[in-house]
């Protein structure tokens, strides 16, 4: 019994260092599970030397009423993705400050080179009788720190670089119903063409861009097409490709506009827009 109750006391600097230790392991462990509660959220993928984790995301969608040009308004109904990081809290626990109580007692004894050295025993809070020895008491205070400035800053970049698309929009009749099935796929139709058109407006600016520049700064009336169709000689081949280009373009434009147009009358004068 003596030499077990010899055994129990080790020097004091392992008992105290014991419980720190056990939260410096405690910290590293929980920035461990940060990351991998990060990686948990995406996939994991191998670019070079890099370890790159693309993020998962949640598709939400919702309804708004928003104006639509001439036509009124429409309920829209939009969709954005959402990366799960910037709406999915993160525990971010470390231990700054612990709170452990415990007791030991303490002792004197002579090392092996005659100097004095202190040992302890963790023991009962409570004096027990007929033993005497002094007692340390140790208390250390454990609380979870805010998140990081990077994790904050991430999440702020998250949430503010979204792009919401646009999966479906109903009109609005005049009285402010939602508008007929038939109402809603001519409507369709027309927005269709009408993106259309508006492309097709941008590639005939360039096309007009072109000629002119090949013309040396000639009013694009003056090409070879308006002069009779074949290029001349010392004229550029391709100022005949872009001029018929050009003018096929300009005949499609024509025909998308008389169809929206159409539509329009049909809508106007026969539907009335009713709910």
Known sequence: MDGKEQSDFIPLE???????????QSNQQLRIQMIDAIENMGTVRQSGQDKVVHLDNISIAYDRVS????????????????????IVPLTNLNVERAEIDFSAEVRAE????????????????????????????????VRSLPATEGILRLTDLLNTDQIVKKIDATPLAIDGALS?????????EIDLMKAK????QKLHRKVSDMLQE?????????????????????????SGKYAAARSA??????????????????LGLEKDYEG
């Open 67 to 86: 104006p639509a040009g001439e036509d009124g308004y429409s309920v829209d109904n939009l969709q954005v993705q959402v990366p799960l990081l910037s």
């Open 14 to 24: 392992d008992v105290v260092y014991a419980p720190l230790y056990a939260l410096a």
């Open 197 to 200: 058109v508006r492309k097709l």
């Open 249 to 266: 373009i300009e005949d499609r434009i024509r025909s998308y506009q008389e169809q929206i147009l159409n539509k329009e009358l049909e």
């Open 214 to 238: 090949q013309d040396g700064g000639m009013p694009a009336a003056q090409t070879s097409l308006k002069r009779g169709g074949m290029p001349k000689a010392g004229e550029s081949s391709d």
């Open 110 to 141: 002579k090392g092996r080179e005659e100097n004095c050295v202190i040992t302890a025993r963790i023991c009962a809070p409570e004096q027990r009788k007929g033993d005497f020895l002094p007692r340390v008491r140790y208390k250390l205070n």
């Open 180 to 188: 007929s099935d038939e109402h809603k796929t001519a409507r369709k």
